[in-house]
């Protein structure tokens, strides 16, 4: 594969939603797992840990766990309760429509030691921005296989409903997590904003 047609292929990776039923083979999961590991990672502490969600009781328990936090959360905000159950029930079809779901966890242990606060937080942010990068990682090691994703934010609203469902420990700290499996849908490349817009070229 040429140097252009290894970013054409990179660009072709698209955030899907639906999938087909057929399961992911577990070669090819653990393949793409493995894959996610060559990120890299600041002081190279390797944070990132995956919880693989696979079994329909598992999905069902996760999905009743998040969706109760939702609940709890939005009648807070003053919600209305039609958004509310809408957005429940969203929530639950995506979860169990999705064959596997891998769970991106930040090990919390996973730090390099700070004499103050300013750099213990700047380890916990290097420890999420690794766990991202293993998470893109993942999604294009998929993308290879023949399978598609989308990024799902929902464990940082939830994390102590979702350590307790999934039985992580407590030092696995939930950062998002990866709807996985045969594509049922071809979306469009959504707009891209110009270079022009994005990148500031520093020659001195």
């Not at 998040?66 to 959360?73: L, N, Q, S």
Request: aromatic share 6%; charged share 30%; glycine share 6%.
């Amino acid at each position: 594969m040429t140097g252009e047609e290894l970013q054409s292929f990179l660009r072709t990776r698209r955030s899907v939603r639906r999938f087909k039923p057929e399961s992911v083979p577990g070669a090819i999961l653990e393949r793409i797992l493995e894959t996610a590991t060559y990120a890299p990672s600041a002081h190279n502490r390797q944070p990132w840990r995956f919880a693989v969600v696979a079994g329909v009781e598992a999905k069902t328990r996760l999905a009743a766990a998040i969706t109760g936090r939702f609940r709890r959360d939005m009648a807070e905000d003053g919600k209305a309760e039609a958004d509310i159950q809408a957005r429940i029930e969203r929530t639950l079809r995506r979860t169990n429509e999705a064959p596997v779901i891998v769970v991106l966890c930040r090990d919390a242990t996973a730090v390099d030691d700070q004499p103050d606060e300013a750099g213990r937080l700047n380890e916990i942010r290097m420890g999420e921005q690794s766990v991202a990068l293993a998470g893109l990682q993942l999604l294009l090691a998929a993308h290879a296989e023949g399978l598609a994703g989308t990024w799902i934010c929902w464990p940082l609203f939830a994390p102590e409903e979702t350590r307790r469902v999934l039985e992580l420990s407590g030092e696995w700290d939930p950062q998002g997590m990866i709807f996985l499996g045969y594509p049922n849908e071809s979306p469009e490349s959504p707009v891209r904003k110009p270079l022009s817009e994005l990148v500031k070229f520093v020659d001195r």
